[in-house]
């Protein structure tokens, strides 16, 4: 009997032991499916970020991810320059992702939310391409007034300075001028030629006249026509070339250039020439200094005026044929206008109506009127 119950007790101690195995094991079990599902959970929320889908992959994630992102107000923003190419004062250029970075949504700003830089009108205003030019401001300024008289008394004391000036154009090197804008090549003749006139009449002054050629018309006891050879005698070297006045005006302003403007634009040192600037020409600006010359030039009694009683039209003698009033045929000599005229007088006709006021364009357009050339006056421009 003690025997059997002693057995009883070993069988449920057995039992016991067995349930507490299981008991234990499947605990372990447990344990084990809980960790492989946290390292699933944990894997699932590292996915590419190509492959995330917002919400679902990972939703706390994708809520830190939200929480990060800026405000419209909260984003500060530099103000833009205008010369950074390819951006636009009201839009926003986004940095592009790093391959490994969860690409962030745009952020929106409103357009006046950018100050953009502002560009006073000063800063746009263009400087000159070629300093050459300036060479000679100085010179002109000091010794020309605004009647385009020179003060040759006071420049003759100056003529070292005038050699000085004289010689920058020999030491330009031919290469640079080749780079130069037509503009400036322009410029860089006629103050050439306005240098070297200075020059000429400063060395024969005060000028010496002949009794005998006094007779003669134009030839006045102070006409710079006593200076002989005054266009072909005097040389002077150009970027190591020789050149004559003559050679200048016929070579450069009347073939390669092609602008009747300019020849208003020369000095010819007398009271019926154009009026000489006081200052150099320039390329950047060139456009405008020749309109104003010959505005200038026009407006003179000794260039152009009209006589509506006496119905005639009084013109320069440069504008005939014998000096520069070809050079107005090919771009002036159109026929709707001035058709009663020869070509050449009908081409300076056109030309003149650019530049006068238009009371005087409009007689010279319909009135009824002959043209006269008036004699030149070859009197020194003296203002000393």
Not at 63 to 79: F, G, I, K, M, Y
Not at 101 to 107: A, Q, R, S, Y
Not at 111 to 136: G, I, W
Not at 373 to 384: E, R
């Amino acid at each position: 009997m003690l025997i059997q119950k002693e057995i009883g007790w070993f069988l449920q101690l057995n039992d016991f032991a067995i349930v507490f195995r299981k008991v234990k094991m499947a605990k372990r079990l447990v344990v084990l499916i809980a960790s492989l599902m946290v390292l699933v959970f944990i894997a699932g929320c590292y996915i590419k970020p190509d492959e995330i889908i917002p919400e679902k992959a990972c939703p706390e994630r994708s809520r830190r991810v939200e929480s990060l992102e800026p405000e419209p107000n909260d984003v500060e923003l530099a103000s833009v320059e205008p010369e950074q190419p390819g951006v636009e004062p009201n839009e926003i250029v986004p940095a592009e992702p790093e391959p490994n970075e969860t690409k962030p949504k745009p952020v929106i700003v409103e357009p006046n939310n950018v100050e953009t830089a502002r560009v006073e009108p000063n800063d746009l205003k263009l400087k000159p391409v070629v300093s050459f030019h300036d060479k000679f401001a100085g010179l002109l300024k000091n010794n020309v007034d605004d009647k385009g008289m020179v003060d040759y008394k006071t420049l003759r004391r100056k003529r070292l300075e005038l050699k000085a000036l004289l010689q920058e154009f020999d030491n330009l090197d031919p290469n640079e001028y080749r780079t130069w804008p037509k503009e400036d090549k322009i410029a860089f003749w006629l103050n050439a030629y306005n240098i070297q006139m200075l020059n000429i009449i400063t060395e024969n002054y005060p000028i010496k006249s002949s009794r005998f050629l006094r007779l003669y018309p134009g030839w006045g006891p102070n006409s710079i026509l006593h200076i002989k050879g005054i266009w072909t005698n005097y040389k002077f070297l150009v970027m190591d070339e020789e050149f004559t006045l003559s050679e200048i005006d016929r070579r450069f302003f009347r073939k390669e250039f092609n602008d009747p403007r300019i020849f208003f634009a020369i000095s010819r040192a007398s009271l019926s020439g154009p009026p000489l600037p006081n200052g150099p020409y320039y390329g950047y600006k060139l456009n405008e200094q020749l309109d104003d010359q010959a505005r200038r030039f026009l407006s003179g009694p000794l260039a152009f005026r009209t006589d509506r009683e006496k119905q005639r039209v009084y013109l320069s003698s440069l504008f005939q044929s014998s000096s520069y009033g070809k050079e107005f045929i090919s771009k002036f000599a159109i026929d709707k206008k001035f058709k009663d005229q020869e070509p050449t007088t009908r081409a300076v006709l056109n030309f003149i109506t650019n530049y006068v006021p238009d009371d005087k364009v409009s007689f010279l357009e319909i009135g009824k009127y002959s043209v006269k050339f008036m004699k030149y006056d070859w009197t020194i421009n003296d203002g000393s």
